[in-house]
């Protein structure tokens, strides 16, 4: 092969020759960024494209975003021809899921409900519906069919070369057989790329590797945390009563999905239980390559998904295929701007669904690059909620055996993975154990989720999405909050010391609120985008002129960090990462006063330890920071203690406990807590797209400070323009039976105006409780708000709601400031 000449440089240098490289290639030359190169090792779609089962499938997904991007990318697929000249063998036959038990009907339906509000032609049918359009299903076990008429199949390798072409065709030059293989770096940034016949200097780098791209990041410094695993579809001999005509089918109960190919069947699977490949790291000349098939792991894998089609056993298989495709660690995709390195792009790890969002996502990261923010929520798949030791080879090994099969599971609520567990535990961990906590993976951390009460087993056997055993348990500790005291560990709360002459003036810089005023006082801010929407809600804490005391979620962990270091840049001012040294103990609830009174020297009366207070305070043989603060809407308290003597600390609070009423709470507690006094979660219910304004934070935003803040020329011009089009809002629902979730749709006098973004059960309230982004339907006021009829749409049956954009639970916050 003839090694083609290469540029000494380009604007961007696109690494990984995919249908992901090409379709970020494809969308940068759209928005006009045409000095493009894209480098392969070897031949584009050689890797894990060329053996996609090329589905193309809208519904499913109860993320906006990744539905936006399915529907973006169904209607490329469609059009690309026209542009391009090259077929993408987009073939639009349909798609059926089917609900084979009570679980997947009450999942599909929700998830039905929300992908209609979004633009999914979706529509419930009857097993004997799913039989009339795919004859050779068997349906005798069904419950119900999901059938969208517009989605269906492409051919991968079609798809890439048609976008690989109409990038040509504005500009971008792909080369293949060139490898990268590392690149240049210069003060916290990327600078280039090298390869064996020579550098090319770039601005930007993307690295859309697929599953090398974990070794192509390590290179430079950077964290991707996919594995590939082994992935198998197989391919029956012809099957006369086939047609190619016939929708997609999807039985996750079965582990399988169906579709015509070459006249016979093409049966794809998803097992629960999967083989990681080559953890050590994938063969660089590993090209359109297959894995010897293990037919003893996946025969009865195998003959479960058949018995669907039972004809598909009756005839012979043609092929048995074996290949490699990458998985995450939570099953999202990894995109975005590395952490480690200022424009180093990442998209990879798409989890068996490169083909079906391949196009929005090129759409979305060419957007992110161009203009420096990213257009939609991109909280969940953000590279940076992930951490280092999830590139660990034990980790990759011991997670992704989960990984694939979660494709297909029952997607309950509040589904914790299982594998990979007690990578972090907090100090008081064997503690808490002992008060039989049930523990959840948060963030890699053991975070105790409730208490099973004495006699009772913390061990969760059954999966519902009904009332579990534990409720009753959950809402016990709900009303010992509201009654008495709770103690609550939340030690994985991200934790920052940051101090240094330009530390007041950077934070503040950075705040939304004034946060550089007395110190010994907390200040609950935003940090805005230079768009003016929502980058971090967080806490400041100051502590002294100089000294600062941040405090953010597990999830935001390093996207929090990194902010900072990006802004402080070679000022004086410097940033600890304290998490692991400081135990989060939380005392919240109308007695938390009484009881560490009852332990301190400090006076904590109101008017000495006012609301927002942050003090160090005596407790036992500990020096400890206390805040006064909620995230529940009680009076209560955060304390900050160094880990050696969080067990201390703990034993004490809990020796006192008994004569207040305490009692032990977990995340169950916080959020039903929280939900109901409208307390706002980043990442959750708040998103990068959301204004303050629009989000209900605007009392945290000081327009008039001295020096103002990243994002307040955007805030202001948007002010102007007059009210906000949307708002977020508390949802209610009436009936105390159901339960929400996330992403049911709320209606205001009989139209769909939003979806709830997160939400618990409120059992003050008495009923469901939830935050929904309420966009139009009538004035966006209170008065408009309680004048309208409201419903939401739970498993597609609409319940009476009311819609608040004041808190429902102590709206003048009489009880917090007591």
Not at 436 to 464: C, I, M, N, Q
Not at 785 to 811: Q, T
Request: hydrophobic fraction near 40%; charge should be negative.
């Amino acid at each position: 092969m003839a090694v083609p000449d290469l540029p000494h440089r380009a604007r961007v240098v696109i690494i990984g020759g995919g249908v992901i490289g090409c379709s970020v290639a494809y969308h940068l030359a759209h928005l006009g960024w045409t000095d493009v190169v894209l480098l392969e090792r070897d031949r584009l779609t050689s890797g894990t494209t060329w053996h996609a089962a090329g589905l193309m499938v809208t519904f499913g997904s109860t993320s906006e975003t990744s539905t936006e991007m399915r529907k973006y990318t169904r209607d490329l697929y469609a059009r690309l021809e026209a542009e391009t000249g090259l077929a993408t063998g987009f073939a639009p036959v349909g798609f059926i899921e089917v609900a084979a038990d009570e679980g997947r009907l009450e999942e599909y339906r929700r998830v039905s409900a929300f992908n209609r509000y979004c633009g999914v032609d979706v529509e419930e049918i009857s097993p004997a519906e799913v039989q009339q359009l795919f004859p050779l299903a068997r349906t005798d076990d069904l419950l119900a069919g999901f059938y969208v008429r517009d989605d269906g199949r492409v051919n991968p390798v079609d798809v890439t070369m048609s976008l690989a072409k109409g990038a040509r065709q504005l500009g971008v030059r792909i080369v293949e057989g060139i490898s990268a293989t590392g690149v240049l770096r210069e003060r916290g940034a990327v600078t280039g790329v090298r390869t064996a016949h020579g550098d090319i200097e770039a601005e930007y780098v993307v690295n859309c590797g697929g599953m090398w791209a974990r070794e192509l990041a390590a290179a430079a410094g950077v964290t991707v945390p996919l594995q590939a695993a082994e992935h198998y579809y197989l391919i029956t001999e012809q099957i006369p009563e086939i047609s190619r005509d016939w929708p997609v089918l999807e039985d996750p109960s079965s582990y399988g999905y169906f579709r015509e190919e070459v006249g016979g069947l093409m049966v794809g699977l998803f097992e629960p239980v999967c083989a990681p490949w080559k953890v050590e790291g994938v063969p660089g000349d590993f090209s359109f390559g297959e894995i010897p098939p293990d037919w003893d792991r996946m025969g009865p894998y195998v003959e479960r998904a058949m018995s669907r089609v039972p004809m598909s056993l009756e005839v012979g298989i043609k092929k048995f295929f074996c290949g490699p495709e990458s998985f995450t660690p939570d099953l999202q995709p990894i995109v975005g701007e590395a952490p480690e390195l200022r424009n180093y792009f990442v998209a990879a790890g798409l989890n068996s669904i490169g083909i079906l969002t391949g196009g929005g996502l090129g759409r979305v990261l060419a957007h992110w690059i161009t203009t420096g923010r990213p257009d939609v929520d991109i909280t969940g798949f953000d590279i940076d909620r992930l951490h280092t030791y999830q590139a660990n080879p034990e980790y990759r090994r011991t997670r992704t055996v989960e990984s694939l099969g979660m494709v297909y599971q029952c997607h309950y609520p509040g589904r914790s993975m299982q594998t990979a567990r007690g990578a972090k535990r907090s100090a008081l961990h064997h503690r808490l154990e002992a008060e039989r906590a049930h523990f959840k993976d948060v963030s890699g951390w053991e975070g105790a989720d409730w208490y099973a009460p004495e006699g009772e087993s913390p061990l969760v056997t059954e999966l519902s999405w009904g009332r579990r055993h534990w409720f009753p348990f959950w809402a016990e500790e709900h009303r010992a909050a509201r009654d008495t005291v709770i103690v609550m560990d939340m030690s994985f709360m991200a934790k920052f010391l940051v101090e240094g002459r330009d530390a007041a003036r950077l934070l503040d810089r950075l705040s939304a609120n004034h946060v550089d005023g007395e110190a010994g006082t907390i200040t609950y801010t935003q940090w805005l985008n230079e768009g003016g929407t929502i980058e971090a809600d967080l806490t400041v804490t100051k502590l002294d002129a100089d000294r600062f005391w941040v405090v953010a979620s597990d999830t935001a962990h390093r996207h929090v960090h990194t902010r900072m270091r990006r802004a402080f840049g070679d000022a004086h001012a410097h940033v600890a990462d304290v998490t692991s040294a400081y135990a989060q103990i939380n005392l919240q609830g109308p007695r938390s006063r009484e009881l560490l009174q009852s332990l301190t020297s400090i006076d904590l009366a109101n008017e000495a330890f006012p609301y927002r207070a942050a003090r160090e305070i005596d407790l036992g043989f500990a020096r400890v920071l206390c805040i006064r603060i909620t995230y529940l809407g009680e009076l209560g308290y955060e304390l900050y203690v160094p880990t050696e003597q969080a067990v201390h600390v703990y034993d004490r609070l809990v020796a006192a406990g008994p004569a207040f009423g305490l009692r032990h709470a977990g995340l169950k507690a916080l959020a039903s807590l929280r939900m109901e006094k409208g307390y706002r979660d980043y990442g959750h219910d708040i998103d990068n797209t959301d204004s303050p304004f629009e989000a209900g934070l605007g009392f945290a935003v000081a327009l008039d400070k001295p020096g103002g803040f990243i994002g307040r020329d955007a805030v202001l011009a948007a002010r102007a323009a007059g009210p906000p089009a949307r708002r977020l809002a508390q949802v209610f629902v009436h009936d105390p039976e159901p339960q929400l979730f996330h992403a049911e749709v709320v209606h205001r006098d009989g139209v769909a105006v939003g979806y709830v973004r997160a939400a618990s059960y409120g059992h003050t309230l008495g009923g469901a409780v939830g935050l929904a982004m309420i966009e139009g339907g009538g004035p966006m006021t209170h008065d408009g708000f309680d004048a309208s009829r409201w419903e939401v749409d739970i498993a597609g049956r609409r319940y009476p709601a009311s819609v608040s954009l004041r808190p429902l639970y102590d709206p003048t916050n009489a009880r917090i400031k007591s």
